[in-house]
C-alpha cells in the first residue's frame, strides 16, 4: 500500500498570512494526487486534484504542486473560512489512501 | 446540480448487518465511478470500496474484503453498500462520493452529507 505522510499534523496561523501543508507518498504517484478541505461536521470538499489543478470554483489563494513522491498545498493568504482540516488522497493505485489530516487553526 | 444522498445508516449489533444506500441526481450515473469512503469519530478519512460505472469491477481495502459488497443499480441512479459481520472498529461515517473525471478513481467530488453506522452491543 502506498502511505501518506502530512505535515504538520497542525498549524496555527493568523488571517492573511501563507501557509504550506505538506504530503509525502511512499512511492512515486506522478502526479495522481488531490486534495481535501474538511470542516466540522461536513462532508470534505474537493481543491485541488492531479497535484496542482484547481478545483471548478475553489478560490485562486489555493494551490498545489509537486509530483513523484512531494507534494504541496499553499494558501497564499489565509481567510477566516480557510481554517480547516486539509487531506491530501492518493489514486495511482489501490487501495486508495488519505493522508492522517494537517489542522489549520487560527492563531 | 449533483446531489448525493446516503440513508441505511444505523446502530447494530457486532456480527450483524447493514445496508447503505446512495442516491444519485444530477449527472449521468452509469458513468462514473463511485466509491465508499468512511471517517470514524474524531479520526481521519478511510477509502472503503469502489465500483466502476457499468457495475463491473470492484475494489475494497483490506478491511472490509470478504466482508462488505459494493454494488450499484444504474436504472435507479443508486449506489449501496451491504454490511456484514459487522465490528466495533466499522462504527464510523459513511460517505458515498463519485469520481471527479468519470469512470476511474482518481479524486472524489462531490461527497454526500453522510450516514452514521455505530456498531455496538
Known amino acids: 500500500d502506498i502511505q501518506m505522510t502530512q505535515s504538520p499534523s497542525s498549524v496555527s496561523a493568523s488571517v492573511g498570512d501563507r501557509v504550506t501543508i505538506t504530503c509525502r507518498a511512499s512511492q512515486g504517484i506522478s502526479t495522481w494526487l488531490a486534495w481535501y478541505q474538511q470542516k466540522p461536521g461536513t462532508a470534505p470538499k474537493l481543491l485541488i486534484y492531479?497535484?496542482?489543478s484547481l478545483q471548478s470554483g475553489v478560490p485562486s489563494r489555493f494551490s498545489g504542486n509537486g509530483s513523484g513522491t512531494d507534494f504541496t498545498l499553499t494558501i497564499s493568504s489565509l481567510q477566516t473560512e480557510d481554517f480547516a482540516t486539509y487531506y491530501c488522497q492518493q489514486a495511482k493505485s489501490f487501495p486508495v489512501t488519505f493522508g492522517q489530516g494537517t489542522r489549520l487553526e487560527i492563531k | 446540480e449533483v446531489q448525493l444522498l446516503e440513508s441505511g445508516g444505523s446502530l447494530v449489533q457486532p456480527g450483524g448487518s447493514l445496508r447503505l444506500s446512495c442516491a444519485a441526481s444530477g449527472f449521468t450515473f452509469s458513468s462514473y465511478t463511485m466509491s465508499w469512503v468512511r471517517q470514524a469519530p474524531g479520526t481521519g478519512l478511510e477509502w472503503v470500496s469502489s465500483?466502476?460505472?457499468?457495475?463491473?469491477?470492484?475494489y475494497y481495502a483490506d478491511s472490509v474484503k470478504g466482508r462488505f459488497t459494493i454494488s450499484r443499480d444504474n436504472s435507479k441512479n443508486t449506489l449501496y453498500l451491504q454490511m456484514s459481520s459487522l465490528r466495533a472498529e466499522d462504527t464510523a461515517l459513511y460517505y458515498c462520493?463519485?469520481?471527479?473525471?468519470?469512470?476511474?478513481?482518481?479524486?472524489?467530488?462531490?461527497w454526500g452529507q453522510g450516514t452514521l453506522v455505530t456498531v455496538s452491543s
Open positions: 465500483i466502476g460505472g457499468r457495475g463491473v469491477g470492484t
Open positions: 492531479a497535484a496542482s
Open positions: 462520493a463519485k469520481d471527479c473525471y468519470g469512470d476511474h478513481v482518481r479524486c472524489f467530488d462531490p
